[in-house]
């Protein structure tokens, strides 16, 4: 190795300690770095980080706002703060009645979303493909259709001899229209020619019904599952409010009428949990049957 | 030779009602189709071929006459009538192998023995290894050939094809026509086969029947005879189809 090589050696490793050390003084200071991972890092991180600064923030000025009983437009005196809400949550959490309530409304929707589904699928099916059918019961789903499940309230009472089957029932009119309608959409669409392919292998009439169309309509009859469920909760909490003595949505209002009012958001996440997870359950069982649409 | 699939047509008419106006597509038209021949329909846009072979198929009523297939008269699509669509038909929610056992199954053949026809009638069009794919994953070229796998699985008399190699590029056509002229060789199904290529008509078929739009009946009926042991590029340009060729594009516009 010559002389000006050597020298040529150093220079560059002066240049790397120079660089080391202002890197870590960047790292000591963070603000570089912190920049750096918030706008330029990568992306899987920044997803991840900015919506839990933006809760935590969220939190925060919750608290700030119920502390200082801020009172501007909306009054915020007699909100709970987030760790009012927390301790609710932990109380509430061990007593057998908060978990009666929760099995109390899974049990109604369960049933009434089951009993709406067969009987949704089979009317949506039924209007689809037999006109004669579609003639008589279209009017009543069309004046039936846009009156809102609570709308029924009253009428559900009348109708029913006890409270429990009326909120069933009401909550069942909330799952039956979202899957009637889309069902009946989907039996719509069937492709001429599949049915015609179909005969021309030999299904008759009834062979074409279970194995042509009711498979077509499936990713429609499916999306009217998903919407059905989003509507029985709405029914569902509404039947519970006001005639209910268990289920999550009793729960909630009689929170309020106790003055317990942390627990009014316990409810209110615990129904947003339970109706996430039942919606999740339906996008599970989609892809479950309808694999070949994927 | 088989003496099944003998075909019928007898004076005619097809047609759509509407209200009460009745538009005549197809104009007494008288024909014969021998069986295990090999017919190709060729026509302007329009001229109602494809309404005739879904009557011989059994989806249309003709207005008058009748259809007989094997001195029985045509009144509704059944098993013996195979068809295979211009669009794609396949089940989308069967894999290949469901789609091609389904007409075996619906005639009350067991699971194995329809899943022993669907792999020889699988194998049959090539698509070998390809039995558990939904047909969304197959190209436009492999449906059709499950298509038609489906429809020889249920071992039809006739097997009626309406345009089915028309939305296809060039060479995927080719392979499939000469898979085409395979099956038909081992099989012997009548096959009536519905175009509007003069050059698929003439490589493939023994008689190509030109039907005219303005009569809405037959303007020529075109003997092709090829000899099969030629091979397929050397019968295609002799003189003699060339001659053909002229022919039927003479005839045509008519």
Partial sequence: ?????????????????????????????????????????????????????????????????????????????????????????????????????????????????????IVGVSIGVALGYSTVLRLIVAPYIEIMRPIPAIAWVPMAILLWPTTEQSIVFITFLGAVFPIVLNTWDGVKRVPVELVKAARSLGANRISVLFHVVVPYAIPNITVGMALGMGAAWFALLAGEMISGRYGIGYFTWESYQLIQYGNIIVGMLTIGILSSITSGAIYLLKRKIVPWSE | MKDIGHIEIQRVCLGYKSGLDTKTVIQDLSLTLDAGSFTSFIGASGCGKSTLLNAIGGH???????????????????????????????????????????????????????????????????????????????????????????????????????????????????????????????????????????????????????????????SAIIETNRDHDEPIEQYMQSRRTQELKKRCLEMLPA
């Fill in chain 2, 60 to 218: 249309y009523k003709p207005l008058s006459g009748s259809i007989i297939l094997d001195g029985v008269e045509i009144t509704t699509p059944g098993a013996d009538l195979g068809i295979v669509f211009q669009q794609h038909t396949l089940f989308p929610w069967k894999t290949v192998k469901e789609n091609v056992r389904f007409g075996p199954m619906r005639r009350g053949a067991g699971r194995a023995a329809a899943d022993k026809l669907a792999d020889e009638y699988i194998d049959l069009v090539g698509l070998s290894g390809y039995e558990s794919y939904y047909p969304k994953m197959l190209s436009g070229g492999m449906q059709h050939r499950a298509e038609i796998a489906r429809a020889l699985a249920n071992k039809p008399a006739v097997l009626l094809m309406d345009e089915p190699f028309g939305a296809l590029d060039a060479q995927m056509r080719a392979s499939l026509q000469d898979s085409l002229s395979s099956i038909w060789e081992n099989t012997h199904v009548t096959i009536v086969f519905v175009t509007h290529d003069v050059n698929e008509a003439i490589r493939l078929s023994q008689r190509v029947v030109i039907i005219s739009r303005r009569s809405g009946s037959i």
């Fill in chain 1, 1 to 117: 190795m010559i002389a000006s090589d050597r020298k040529q050696d150093r220079k560059t490793r002066e240049r790397d300690k120079y660089a080391k050390k202002k890197s870590s003084l960047a790292n000591k200071y963070g603000l570089d770095y912190m920049i750096r991972f918030l706008f330029i890092g990568r992306r899987s991180v920044r997803a991840f980080i900015i919506p839990l600064l933006s809760i935590v923030l969220g939190l925060l000025v919750w608290q700030w706002l119920t502390q200082t009983h801020a009172d501007v437009i909306l009054d915020f005196s007699n909100i709970p703060s987030p760790l009012h809400v927390y301790k609710s949550f932990l109380n509430v959490v061990v007593t057998k009645a908060y978990w009666k309530d929760i099995y109390w409304s899974l049990y109604r929707i369960a049933l009434a979303f089951t009993i709406g589904s």
